[in-house]
């Protein structure tokens, strides 16, 4: 079964500043990731996909990941942070024989001005 | 663009009350997710749906129903609620079976539910 880990669950940052959420999954099988933001009150969008290709992947807001297949990781990292990305983030994992998705716990990124 | 719409919003159940979630999706797609969304666990998969006429348990079934109406709606019973079933449900849709994988779900803004 594959499973989710995010280190981290809260995450305080000054605005400007560099982040990075990290992620890391199990699998035995070959995997999608992803990452998903959740704003205050809101469902989660996409942020971010590794299906193939590049291991570094760019999604929006200036967000990017780098898939590392021999560490098992999946990290987020954005180099200047704004207070609009104050949010949960999500990394998320599935396999491709199969229909579902499957989410690790979540980080609480805070921008701190 | 309505893209997934979840009714209600917000409900409060007493403990051994039945109800039912309704999910829609307007994007076409055949696969359809009810996840729920609890404090420090993030989203756990609940039921899913990998096209119309078919469904399969997640990893926390225990307490719950589903029916894939159609290939548009989704709903989510519980037939008889307890408090530990207090948390934010989520529905979800994506592309995935029409054989092109985007790996991409789309979410509805969430149903918040309290138990009693």
């Known amino acids: 079964a594959q499973s989710v880990t995010q280190l981290d669950s809260q995450v305080p940052v000054f605005e400007e500043a560099p982040v990075e959420l990290r992620c890391n999954y199990s699998s035995s099988v070959s995997v999608y990731l992803f990452w998903y933001v959740q704003y205050p009150n809101q469902g989660l969008q996409l942020l971010l996909k590794?299906?193939?290709?590049?291991?570094l992947v760019k999604g929006i807001n200036g967000f990017e990941a780098e898939f590392n297949k021999s560490q098992t990781s999946f990290h987020l990292r954005k180099p200047s942070v704004h207070i609009s990305d104050t949010a949960e983030y999500f990394c998320a994992v599935s396999v491709t024989s199969y229909d579902k998705v499957i989410f690790g716990p979540g980080t609480s990124l805070s921008v701190i001005p | 663009n309505a893209g997934v719409t979840q009714t209600p919003k917000f409900q409060v159940l007493k403990t051994g009350q039945s109800m039912t979630l309704q999910c829609a999706q307007d994007?076409?797609?055949?696969?359809m997710y009810w996840y729920r969304q609890d404090p420090g666990m993030g989203l756990r998969l609940i039921y899913y749906?990998?096209?119309?006429?078919?469904?399969d348990k997640g990893e926390v079934p225990n307490g719950y129903n589903v029916s894939r109406l159609n290939k548009r709606e989704f709903s989510l019973r519980l037939e008889s609620a307890a408090p530990s079933q207090t948390s934010v449900y989520f529905c979800?849709?994506?592309?995935?079976?029409?054989?092109?994988?985007?790996?991409?779900?789309?979410f509805g803004e969430g149903s918040r539910l309290t138990v009693l």
């Open positions: 994007m076409n797609h055949n696969s």
């Open positions: 590794y299906l193939s290709g590049s291991t």
């Open positions: 749906s990998a096209s119309e006429g078919t469904t």
């Open positions: 979800a849709s994506s592309e995935e079976g029409q054989g092109a994988y985007t790996g991409e779900l789309f």
